[in-house]
């Protein structure tokens, strides 16, 4: 036996269906092989419309580059949900903790962001809901940005004030009624929008959905509705965003047809949302509950296509055909 075929057995390859010559370029295809990591890419096809129970860390190297039109995502925002003294500890996450070291959250969302920017299109839009922790004195939002910014290149679009309308009640005083250190407690939050290499979508016009009254209202960076109290009641989730907030960004930010990717996709909210309006969607979520939970809710909406009857373009749901 010669010596290339010696370590074509240490790699593990049946010599008997590979051959590999004893000679420089053989030399060369072993190095190779040995450096060799194969990862199994999924095609488009293979994750479009559909909702997977993984890690994202483990889930997104796997798809393909450049195919999203948008991701719209809300990342646990590590205030450390369900465990700090003015909530019930059973109402935190189901499959993950909500309390990183604050440097090794930021670490995470890099490798995210890094991703995200690689499977959007150029002209794709990143939108992360996020809110600040610890009454505003942990500038997630700032943080978030500055990264996506400087060290990923996106591109700043805009960052949305979604102001909750939920003043009162809250007794996080700090010093009270002094100015020795004065608590400033967050009855809002904020949707981070960046494009990645321009700030152009280019898209079929008649794939456009947005009504001029909403593209109006949509255009002024201060959002005010109310958030999902009834989320954890309704779905067993504790931090599930309102449809109206992936409503208003697929609406202003994409064409029909085009792809919605939300990584950290809770019980559906944005894949229900991007299906009801006619969009392809891809959710990524940790916990099997809330996974199988939006499939449940997902599978509710119908499938539409759209078909031209007596030249008039009509929806029809997959129940009519
Ligand atoms: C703020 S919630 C998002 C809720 C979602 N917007 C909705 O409306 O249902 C964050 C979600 O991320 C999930 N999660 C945490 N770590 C994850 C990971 N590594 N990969 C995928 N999902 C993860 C949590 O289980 C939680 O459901």
């Known amino acids: 036996m010669n010596k290339a075929f010696a370590s074509v057995e240490q790699l593990d390859i049946n010599p008997s269906t590979i051959f590999i010559p004893d000679n ?24 479009t419309d559909r909702l997977f129970n993984e890690k994202w860390e483990n889930f997104l190297p796997d798809i393909p580059s450049n195919f999203v039109d948008i991701v719209i995502t809300s990342p646990v925002y590590n205030v450390s949900l369900g465990n700090n003294k003015f909530r019930d500890k059973n109402k935190g996450y189901d499959s993950c ?17 890094s991703e995200c920017y690689r499977v959007l299109k150029p002209g794709g839009r990143i939108a992360i809901n996020i809110g600040d922790g610890s009454n505003g004195s942990i500038i997630t939002h700032v943080d978030f940005s ?72 949509n255009s002024r960076a201060l959002w005010e509705f ?15 965003f309102p449809e109206e907030l992936p409503r208003r960004l697929i609406d202003q930010l994409t064409y029909e047809g085009d792809v919605v990717l939300d990584p950290f996709s809770g019980i559906g909210t944005t894949c229900s949302v991007a299906k009801q309006m006619k969009r392809h969607y891809i959710g990524i979520e940790i916990s099997e509950k809330y996974h199988n939970t939006a499939l449940q809710r997902i599978g509710k909406i119908p499938t539409i296509t759209e078909k031209i009857i007596n030249g008039k373009k009509v929806d029809i749901p997959d129940w009519l055909t």
């Open 97 to 113: 903790d909500d309390n990183m070291p604050y440097e090794d959250y930021l670490e995470w969302m890099d490798k995210l962001f």
């Open 146 to 217: 500055v990264m996506m910014r400087d060290k990923h290149k996106f591109i700043p679009i805009t960052t949305i004030v979604w102001n909750k309308k939920q003043i009162g009640g809250s007794t996080s005083w700090g010093s009270y009624q002094s100015p020795s250190n004065p608590s400033f407690p967050t009855p809002f939050e904020f949707i981070i929008v960046m494009a990645k290499e321009t700030r152009q979508h280019v898209g079929d016009a008649s794939k456009i959905s947005v009504s001029g009254k909403d593209f109006q209202r």
């Open 24 to 47: 420089e370029i053989g030399k060369r295809v072993v190095k190779d092989l040995k450096n060799w990591n194969p990862r199994i890419m999924k095609t488009i096809e293979e994750v």
């Open 226 to 240: 109310p958030p999902e109290t009834r989320m954890m009641e309704l779905y067993g989730h504790p931090a599930a």
